[in-house]
């Protein structure tokens, strides 16, 4: 049985930095391509960021580009969300999701198989 498990979401300043990390088990990530997705409220679900296997990373979302980072523990089967330079509009519910084995290797809600449950992060103003 698979799962993917979300941490490290909570509240934060505007300028405040999170890293999120997504635990994998009976999935292995490094196999596949993987990404990084959130909903904020009244809105639809959207890429952030995304990797492939070779490590080689997408940025789906302009308005993170500079300040989000994935990275991938294959170790550990655990991705990474780093995110610095917080915003308001930041703020949502971040989930990890995975598309195994890789067939559009797209950074688009639909394209994930599998997904986790979210973490909600903040950000206040």
């Known amino acids: 049985q698979w799962q993917l498990a979300e941490t490290g979401g909570g509240l934060v300043q505007s300028g405040g930095s999170l890293r999120l990390s997504c635990a994998a088990s009976g999935i292995r990530l490094g196999a596949g391509y993987i990404g990084w997705f959130r909903q904020a409220p009244g809105k639809e679900r959207e890429g952030v960021l995304c990797?492939?296997?070779?490590?080689?990373?997408?940025n789906s979302a302009e308005s993170v580009r500079g300040r989000f980072t994935i990275s991938r523990d294959d170790a550990r089967n655990t991705m990474f969300l780093q995110m610095n330079t917080l915003k308001p509009e930041d703020t949502a519910v971040y989930f990890c999701a995975a598309d195994l084995p890789p067939v559009q290797s797209m950074c688009s809600p639909p394209a994930m198989d599998y997904w986790g449950k979210g973490t909600l992060v903040t950000v206040s103003s």
């Open positions: 990797m492939d296997s070779s490590g080689r990373s997408t």
